[in-house]
């Protein structure tokens, strides 16, 4: 309390100081540059009055409004220090700066230079001070913010909502709903990518929330192929535009196919010195990769993988990709080669430490976007990797029940199979 005294005083004196000084220069431009004495300060004395008493009343509503916040850094030690020439350190404590009520956004700042980390170790603390303590809803983002600044934004992200058709758009996926409403990546900007996470996470809810995107963008889609070894949610859709895959030798030929097709087309953009694809787009889905690993033809396998590397290497450029699925991605269940050619990442709950190294990355990336620890992620609740960017996104995808999803498949049988 005594710190937050000490702050509001030096803030009135700063602000006080500055009036003072303003009214002065006014007061001497209109009196033609006359001497100041008792006669022309007794003149002016209302002006002075209420300008300071103005200024005392915004800053009290200022310092309790933000209290909280201009204390954090005091409270929790944020500080930067320096050592002079006689080896005696000196401490510069971050100040609370300023709130962006649209954003939600607190920034602070330090003179010397600012230390994200300590922010990144003390969130749940600040959770506590801020008096979120309860509501753990509250979602958090520590970004660094110009060269001395650290922004901190406070948003929810739902636990649980409802699938709607308004979620669908021309030329976009909906990716599901992040910090700033419903997310739409633009297909063009869409990669060969790898969704992962343990049984139970929503990866299946996930991947025909995708579908859905997908299919209502088949102008710009020629074909959508499944491959399923363990099951038949994928075979459901049976549209004139989408294949399903369950054996092994059928997915050889397929995958085969797939490499032929990207071949061709970049014969096509040499002879017509295009860089992208002019054409259509060719996505093949893979469900539960996994098992293609655990299939005793050694030599099928070895094919089908050299051809997933080979169109996760060159596919993007003849718009022909892959989106692969899996609870687990060590190599026994999807072979190195093949993981790091897939640019993008969805990564769902999971708790294997090695899964969300492999997809998102470093701890410190994923403490930035959300304070939930990926193992206590809600169901359907994932980071996007982007591809292109590697900007990473902390998002909520909505439930589909099994009804929505039946009504959805028979609205894109309607006018895609007429
Ligand atoms: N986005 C979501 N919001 C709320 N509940 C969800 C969501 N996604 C999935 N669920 C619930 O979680 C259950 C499991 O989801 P889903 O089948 O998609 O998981 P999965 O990761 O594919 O599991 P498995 O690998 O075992 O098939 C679903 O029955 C559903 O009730």
């Known amino acids: 309390m005594l710190h937050l005294f000490k702050l509001f005083s030096q803030d009135i004196i700063k602000f006080w100081a500055v009036l003072i000084w303003g009214l002065f220069s006014i007061i001497y431009i209109i009196e033609n540059g006359a001497v100041l004495n008792a006669e022309l300060i007794e003149k002016y004395q209302y002006y002075f009055i209420i300008g300071a008493s103005i200024i005392l009343i915004e800053r009290t509503i200022y310092f309790l409004k933000y209290h909280r916040f201009i204390l954090l850094p005091y409270s929790l ?79 929810k992200l739902p636990k649980k909502f409802n699938w709607h058709i308004e979620l669908l758009k021309d030329k976009h996926l909906y990716l599901g709903h992040s910090k700033n409403g419903a997310y739409f990546l633009p297909l063009t900007d ?47 859709y049976k549209l004139n535009n989408t294949t399903f895959t369950d054996k092994l030798e059928q997915v050889d030929k397929l995958l085969e196919e797939l490499k032929n097709e990207m071949n061709k087309r970049f014969s096509e953009m040499k002879e017509k010195g295009d860089l992208i694809y ?42 022909v990709l892959l989106l692969v699925f899996s609870q687990k991605i060590d190599s026994t269940n999807i072979p190195t080669n093949v993981l790091t050619n897939l640019q993008g990442s969805f990564l ?71």
């Open 77 to 155: 030690s944020l500080y930067n220090r320096v050592a002079d020439e006689q080896k005696e350190s000196k401490i510069f404590l971050d100040k609370f700066k300023k709130y962006d009520k649209k954003t939600n956004t607190y920034y602070f700042k330090n003179r010397l230079a600012i230390d994200k980390k300590m922010y990144l170790d003390s969130k749940d603390k600040i959770i506590h001070l801020l008096g979120y303590e309860d509501k753990n809803e509250v979602e958090f983002e520590i970004k660094a913010h110009n060269k001395k600044e650290i922004a901190i934004r406070l948003f």
């Open 348 to 418: 769902l709950r999971t708790s294997s430490q090695f899964n969300i190294n492999n997809s998102i990355g470093l701890q410190e990336e994923i403490e930035e976007i959300t304070r939930t620890r990926v193992a206590d992620f809600p169901k359907g609740r994932l980071i996007y990797k982007d591809g292109l960017t590697s900007e990473k996104i902390l998002l909520q995808t909505p439930y589909l029940s099994q009804e929505i999803q039946n009504s959805m498949i028979k609205y894109f049988r309607s006018w895609i199979n007429k």
């Open 278 to 319: 002019s054409g259509k787009y060719r996505i093949c889905l893979i469900d539960e990769i996994g098992t293609i690993s655990t299939h005793y033809d050694k030599k099928l396998k070895e094919n089908i993988f050299n051809n997933l590397i080979e169109i996760g290497q060159k596919g993007r450029a003849s718009k």
């Open 190 to 236: 869409l990669t060969s990518s790898i969704c992962c996470g343990e049984s139970g996470a929503g990866k299946s809810n996930f991947l025909n929330m995708l579908i859905f995107s997908l299919v209502h963008n088949f102008n710009y889609i020629d074909k959508l192929d499944f491959i399923d070894l363990k099951g038949v949610e994928l075979s459901r």
